[in-house]
């Protein structure tokens, strides 16, 4: 491998000019970027480059501290392998120094291109860019750039405690996606991509975090366009104090007095396992006076967000209840009896059915049209939509319906969480792959040979895609929509 570097440096003449540059060697595919020169791999038509650090390591004095800016460099690295992922028990290869992202382009072709941005979900406690689902190739296919982000999770994402206060505390995952959107901004030239036009999609935490990203002045000129997945757009979030007193109990659920920034990641975990098993949600984004400083509906409601094209939608059944006590306590929360709640959702057979099907439309649908309506309502193009699709091999025992598009959008098969689809599936994904396209390239998702879909305009228009057709009408749901509207007291 070495004797190839040699060749490439020789070959290639290049000088650092403090720029991102697009450079060609032979069949390799190079970038030149502000921290250095990038090599890359082939794989068909399409590059990928894997593991580009956007941010310095986030460990010892660093941690939880902002992400800090890499050094300038024209040394020579490959990029062939993903970083490590960023630290969650689930995953015993994560480390701290994470804060990688993945680039794909299709390779050969000339720029600029549409850049697509996605970040994950994983309710901000898990989940990576480096998930075999999120391979981008399908999408750099079709001509335009694809970058996946790893930032900063649980514990080490979210921390707000007094102790911490000098490097800002808290929100540490959202810091760290506004600074890989930074290096988009400065660095997708070099690989084709067009700074100017950039789509950020995400599904659940990853929708939650370009909400506020849509809300926050530090990033709004980074993208020009966005697709929220999923998103519970009614959550609301800690209040300083709230997250400060979470903060404390991790503390001392480290068993004694230490130094936070020296600690063990192990430890760290046990911590963080302990205070989610108290409060599921006691790791998320919260109110901080500076990037996050009202909730994503309040913000929406006010025209605070950044007026931009506006893809939304949700699924049709984002959950499922396998413990009684959870179907018994979704169903007190509704506030209707039974026999209502069964008018409501006639096909709900079973309570556990009713209990999924009312918590989807309280989280999820309901504060998907408010939002959508509420986006529509400054003048900003604004799609909206349901996934209805449940693959040809799932209908007979439906999984959890939460995420279930990903499949669809990026065309993967056969790795974990992806099955294989049927000709149907393929079908289906083809179409979804396409709207999301042709919206990154224009903000309009309709092109020749698609179903229309209409914007949602001063109408409750949406595109549903089930499982028999793909068609844009009103909402037939509309009614029980309102009924929870109602509820909310908004």
Same mark, same amino acid.
């Given at each position: 491998?070495?004797?190839?570097?040699?060749?490439? /440096?020789?070959?290639?003449?290049?000088?650092?000019?403090?720029?991102?540059?697009?450079?060609?060697?032979?069949?390799?595919?190079?970038?030149?970027?502000?921290?250095?020169?990038? @090599?890359?791999?082939?794989?068909?038509?399409?590059?990928?480059?894997?593991?580009?650090?956007? /941010?310095?390591?986030?460990?010892?004095?660093?941690?939880?501290?902002?992400?800090?800016?890499?050094?300038?460099?024209?040394?020579?690295?490959?990029?062939?392998?993903?970083?490590?992922?960023?630290?969650?028990?689930?995953?015993?290869?994560?480390?701290?120094?994470?804060?990688?992202?993945?680039?794909?382009?299709?390779?050969?072709?000339?720029?600029?291109?549409?850049?697509?941005?996605?970040?994950?979900?994983?309710?901000?406690?898990?989940?990576?860019?480096?998930?075999?689902?999120?391979?981008?190739?399908?999408?750099?296919?079709?001509?335009?750039?694809?970058?996946?982000?790893?930032?900063?999770?649980?514990?080490?994402?979210?921390?707000?405690?007094?102790?911490?206060?000098?490097?800002?505390?808290?929100?540490?995952?959202?810091?760290?996606?506004?600074?890989? @959107?930074?290096?988009?901004?400065?660095?997708? /030239?070099?690989?084709?991509?067009?700074?100017?036009?950039?789509?950020?999609?995400?599904?659940?935490?990853?929708?939650?975090?370009?909400?506020?990203?849509?809300?926050?002045?530090?990033?709004?000129?980074?993208?020009?366009?966005?697709?929220?997945?999923?998103?519970?757009?009614?959550?609301?979030?800690?209040?300083?104090?709230?997250?400060?007193?979470?903060?404390?109990?991790?503390?001392?659920?480290?068993?004694?007095?230490?130094?936070?920034?020296?600690?063990?990641?192990?430890?760290?975990?046990?911590?963080?396992?302990?205070? @989610?098993?108290?409060?599921?949600?006691?790791?998320?984004? &919260?109110?901080?006076?500076?990037?996050?400083?009202?909730?994503?509906? /309040?913000?929406?409601?006010?025209?605070?967000?950044?007026?931009?094209?506006?893809?939304?939608?949700?699924?049709?059944?984002?959950?499922?209840?396998?413990?009684?006590?959870?179907?018994?306590?979704?169903?007190?929360?509704?506030?209707?009896?039974?026999?209502?709640?069964?008018?409501?959702?006639?096909?709900?057979?079973?309570?556990?059915?009713?209990?999924?099907?009312?918590?989807?439309?309280?989280?999820?649908?309901?504060?998907?049209?408010?939002?959508?309506?509420?986006?529509? &309502?400054?003048?900003?193009?604004?799609?909206?939509?349901?996934?209805?699709?449940?693959?040809?091999?799932?209908?007979?025992?439906?999984?959890?319906?939460?995420?279930?598009?990903?499949?669809?959008?990026? #065309?993967?098969?056969?790795?974990?969480?992806?099955?294989?689809?049927?000709?149907?599936?393929?079908?289906?994904?083809?179409?979804?792959?396409?709207?999301?396209?042709?919206? &990154?390239?224009?903000?309009?998702?309709? #092109?020749?040979?698609?179903?229309?879909?209409?914007?949602?305009?001063?109408?409750?228009?949406?595109?549903?895609?089930?499982?028999?057709?793909?068609?844009?009408?009103?909402?037939?749901?509309?009614?029980?929509?309102?009924?929870?509207?109602?509820?909310?007291?908004?």
């Amino acid at each position: 491998m070495r004797w190839l570097f040699t060749l490439l /440096a020789a070959s290639s003449c290049l000088c650092w000019a403090g720029a991102a540059v697009p450079q060609a060697v032979g069949q390799f595919p190079f970038a030149l970027t502000r921290e250095g020169q990038m @090599l890359g791999a082939v794989e068909g038509e399409v590059a990928s480059f894997k593991g580009l650090a956007y /941010a310095a390591p986030p460990i010892g004095r660093l941690r939880w501290r902002p992400p800090q800016a890499l050094p300038e460099s024209s040394e020579m690295s490959t990029a062939y392998e993903y970083g490590a992922p960023c630290p969650q028990p689930s995953l015993p290869v994560a480390r701290e120094d994470c804060l990688t992202l993945n680039v794909f382009r299709p390779f050969g072709v000339d720029g600029p291109l549409p850049v697509m941005v996605f970040i994950h979900g994983g309710g901000f406690v898990a989940g990576t860019a480096n998930d075999p689902l999120f391979d981008g190739a399908r999408l750099a296919q079709a001509g335009l750039i694809l970058v996946t982000v790893n930032y900063r999770l649980g514990a080490l994402g979210w921390l707000s405690h007094p102790a911490l206060s000098d490097g800002g505390s808290g929100n540490f995952g959202l810091m760290d996606q506004i600074t890989a @959107l930074r290096w988009v901004h400065d660095n997708i /030239a070099a690989f084709g991509g067009d700074a100017s036009n950039v789509t950020l999609f995400g599904n659940g935490a990853g929708a939650t975090s370009i909400a506020l990203l849509m809300l926050c002045s530090q990033s709004r000129d980074l993208f020009q366009k966005a697709i929220l997945q999923s998103i519970p757009g009614r959550a609301r979030l800690p209040s300083p104090q709230e997250a400060e007193a979470i903060g404390r109990q991790f503390v001392a659920a480290l068993g004694q007095e230490a130094d936070l920034r020296a600690v063990a990641p192990s430890r760290l975990l046990a911590a963080e396992k302990r205070v @989610l098993e108290k409060s599921p949600r006691g790791f998320a984004p &919260a109110m901080d006076g500076n990037l996050v400083t009202e909730d994503i509906a /309040a913000g929406f409601a006010m025209g605070h967000e950044s007026r931009i094209p506006l893809i939304i939608g949700s699924n049709d059944d984002e959950t499922r209840f396998d413990s009684e006590l959870e179907v018994k306590e979704t169903l007190s929360s509704s506030g209707e009896s039974i026999d209502e709640l069964r008018k409501l959702y006639p096909d709900a057979a079973r309570p556990s059915d009713l209990a999924a099907r009312f918590y989807t439309d309280k989280v999820f649908s309901e504060p998907v049209r408010m939002l959508a309506r509420l986006h529509a &309502a400054t003048g900003a193009p604004t799609f909206r939509y349901r996934f209805a699709y449940v693959p040809e091999s799932r209908r007979a025992n439906p999984d959890e319906g939460h995420g279930r598009e990903l499949q669809f959008i990026f #065309g993967v098969e056969g790795v974990p969480g992806a099955g294989i689809f049927s000709r149907r599936d393929r079908e289906v994904a083809n179409s979804l792959r396409a709207y999301w396209i042709n919206f &990154a390239r224009s903000g309009d998702p309709n #092109g020749a040979e698609l179903p229309r879909w209409d914007a949602t305009a001063d109408r409750d228009h949406q595109l549903l895609i089930g499982n028999d057709r793909i068609a844009s009408g009103d909402d037939p749901f509309a009614e029980r929509l309102d009924r929870l509207r109602r509820e909310s007291g908004k």
